[in-house]
């Protein structure tokens, strides 16, 4: 409990250290930050209201002092672009993220375990020789650029998915549930999640095998294999649970990472998520938009590493296999 | 230095067993290759719009004459991917130096001083974990200037703990080890330990770490490029297929245009894993059986 009560302690100084080098950074930018603040297509009484509200006529160290506070409550400004409020902004983008990002890193790791596990027991063979250079190549190829051979190849000449966006021409967006159920979002997603995927598998399925080689060796296995268990039965009761506590650990990291990467694929398949509001508000000089949104990524892979912290701890082999002796 | 005049035999005999390392390291020496000798291997001017009697030569297909085609604005694609190694390999060594560099360093003096030191780098690094990569590249570039300084600033900047991790693990176990004592014992003041007894030791698995920062450092170089905020002046393989991806060359099937770049970024981020598997099994015998 009071491991539990530490890490969270820490979580949270973490998280303080990141939004204030985020307020630093984006007061690095040359010329005036009010102006860089306040769009100058807003009107009068907008700017003025909006220079109190964020107190960019005041000190800097009164300035983050506000921005902190406002942070706190959720208020990260009003975007340039759309005249919106960046939380509402980003509280639309977020859903498309997660959906995006759960779906290929599950996808991705159900895979990887599966064929990772395979692989250990194929070790030396013609099929190792060809699957882990395939494997470490996905890990190399550009993640935009697989995007594209896939968009090239199955939406352009194939025809099979579409181009782009989260939903055709003349669909409407309705609330969140109802896009869950639509065929036609479904049917955006695959192509982005099957990048995504392609990209992440390399990882869950080397460290997968790698565990179970590693495994295999112990003595517990040896053991198994002595009272005469079947293959199968060693390889799925007793290797593959105790393989898979380091992959637990990286899928927490993996899904962390991921919705800050999903940057590029988000961008060449124009889908409708938060990495692709990160690069318009960049591309725009549309800085209270970027701000947010990268406050955001940045707090989500600060909980997830924590997570992953905290599951490693708790899942560590020795410590759980001396409990259950 | 009994090391360094048996270097190139042990090397040799490292790359003859080790087929993965042997393939990443030919893979490197032809892009070694094809940086120094591009403006005699090259075709044609990488930046020259071509013409065909009086009009621009755009999207020609592969032929003789242009074996990768041409871009939409008549530039010759092989032309470019072959001046694009130029521009790998200065991002890549640059940042790889760097960040394995800071890695190195903050390991060893994390992993050897202990206490208040270790502490501190250990919180710089999860400081440092906090930080999403490309978004920070993205926001850094647009708020300073877009290029290749923002792409190797990121990669130093954020990338160092892997290597710190690593190299303090081993400086931990070295510490420990009789010759350590030896010195410590004939009077060798604490930096003298460090940095001439220590650190030659934790140097190769340095120099592996190295060889995937290159990978991730032209990953970052062609993602930045990709989405706009890189050095549009600089012929590399992340400008290229932004190009291609903004010139409709998807939707025009133009295959000779933009899979070439990335299939060349896949094999020299490809052939950094590939030493480093081979390389691991040689600086941890341990794992050599799996």
Known sequence: MRRALGRLGHLFLVMWVVASLTFVLFRLMPGDPTLNFLSPSFSEETRAALLKGFGLDKSIWQQYLIYMNNLLHGDLGMSFLQGKSVYALLAEALPNTIILTIVSVCGAYAFGIVAGAFLAFQRGGATEAVAIPVALATRAAPEFWLGMLLLAGLSFEAGWFPTGGALSPGEQPGSFSVLLLSRDYWWHLALPALTLMLYLLGLPLLLMRATMLDVLNDEFIVMARMKGLSRWSIIMRHAARNALLPIVTAFALGLGASIGGNVVIESVFAWPGIGRLLVQAVQSADYPLAQGAFILIAAVLVVMNSVADFVYSALDPRVSLRARR | ?290
Not at chain 2, 32 to 39: E, G, N, S, T
Not at chain 2, 81 to 87: D, F
Not at chain 2, 276 to 281: A, C, M, N, T, V
């Open chain 2, 1 to 290: 230095m009994r090391g360094v005049s048996a270097l190139p035999f042990a090397l040799w005999r490292f790359l003859r067993c080790e087929a993965f390392a042997a393939v990443g390291a030919s893979i490197y020496f032809c892009i070694a290759m094809l940086a120094i000798f591009a403006d005699r291997l090259a075709p044609y001017d990488p930046r020259a719009i071509l013409r065909v009697g009086s009009r621009v030569a755009r999207y020609l297909p592969m032929s003789a004459d242009h074996w990768l085609g041409t871009t939409s604005s008549g530039r010759d694609v092989l032309s470019q991917v072959i001046y694009g190694t130029r521009a790998a390999l200065a991002v890549g060594l640059t940042a790889a130096f760097v960040v394995v560099a800071i890695g190195t360093l903050l390991g060893l003096l994390s992993g050897y001083l202990g206490g208040w030191t270790d502490r501190i780098v250990t919180w710089l690094a999860d400081i440092v974990l906090g930080l999403p990569f490309l978004p920070f590249m993205l926001v850094l570039a647009a708020l300073t200037h877009p290029g290749t300084g923002v792409v190797i600033f990121t990669v130093s900047a954020l990338l160092w703990p892997n290597t710190a991790r690593v190299i303090r693990s081993q400086v931990l176990s070295l510490r420990e080890r009789a010759w350590v004592e030896a010195a410590r014992v004939t009077g060798c003041s604490t930096t003298r330990i460090m940095f001439v007894h220590v650190l030659p030791q934790v140097l190769p698995l340095a120099a592996l770490y190295g060889s995937v920062a290159i990978g991730w450092a032209i990953l970052a170089e062609a993602s930045a490029s990709f989405l706009g905020f890189g050095d549009p002046e600089t012929l590399s393989w992340g400008v290229m297929l932004q190009e291609a991806y903004a010139n409709q060359a998807l939707s025009r099937g133009a295959w000779n245009w933009f899979a070439p770049p990335g299939a060349a970024i896949m094999s020299m981020v490809l052939a950094g894993f590939l030493i480093s598997r081979g390389s691991e099994k040689l600086l941890f015998p341990k794992l050599a059986d799996q």
